[in-house]
């Protein structure tokens, strides 16, 4: 079985559904389906397919739902490392129109939303945050994500356009290495990935 390093972004509740629109921004949606999330009262289209490749409607009070997206990264040393290995001579290497960076999609990741974490295994405690856990296709998108410093440069814009309250990254080794707090880079690493905002804070005083 290969390796599936995780992106952690942990949002306000109350900012989900704008945080679901807005990642729209950041992906390639060529030849994807559009997702519905049903209101009592109104229809939320978002513009990434469910998972399972199939047209669906999603009630909007379902604890977790499951998407898969492609995602554009600005050119680095190890995305453009990934798309060689990947495709080989078949990959375009062309210099980007002038005064324009490159961007390139590394095909798709797949998205849990977690919209009610009362009811996730990792959290004992009611909260009012959402997380929204990327989740690569194995072991070489993995390494990727834990060498661009462009894939980490994008969540941390994402997190700070939608004042997000935590960044974790998500070694699969039991424990986190927490790169966002409440607006601050930070570099530490956490004893687990799933952790309330006082409980982190409690581990950063002790230095854990």
């Known amino acids: 079985m290969g390796l599936n390093y995780k992106y952690l ?7 989900l559904w704008n ?8 992906c390639d949606r060529v030849g994807d389906k559009d997702t519905t999330i049903r ?11 469910y998972s399972w490749g199939e047209e669906d409607v999603i009630p ?9 997206i492609s995602m554009n990264f600005e050119e ?8 060689h290995d990947r495709d080989g001579d078949q990959f375009d290497r062309s ?4 005064g324009r960076v490159k961007i390139h999609s ?17 959290f004992m405690k009611p909260n009012d945050m959402v997380l929204f856990k990327f989740n690569t296709t194995g072991t070489h998108m993995s390494f990727l994500f834990a060498d661009s410093t462009s894939i980490r440069k994008t969540f941390i814009d994402l997190l700070e356009r939608y ?3 935590i960044g974790i990254f998500d070694w699969e080794n039991d424990y986190g290495e927490l790169f966002w707090l409440n607006g601050k880079h930070l570099e530490f690493r956490l004893s687990s990935n799933y952790m309330l905002l006082d409980e982190i804070e409690e581990e950063l005083d002790r230095g854990w």
């Open 19 to 26: 945080v679901l629109q807005g990642l729209s921004e950041y």
């Open 163 to 165: 004042k997000g309250l």
């Open 106 to 122: 590394i095909g798709y990741i797949y998205l849990t939303v977690y919209t009610d974490l009362a009811q996730h295994y990792g």
């Open 9 to 15: 972004l942990y949002f306000q509740k109350k900012d």
């Open 76 to 83: 680095d040393p190890a995305i453009l490392e990934y798309l």
């Open 95 to 98: 210099p980007p129109e002038e």
């Open 60 to 68: 909007y009070d379902k604890p977790e739902f499951e998407l898969a």
């Open 39 to 49: 209101f009592p009262d109104h229809d939320l289209v978002i513009p990434f397919e």
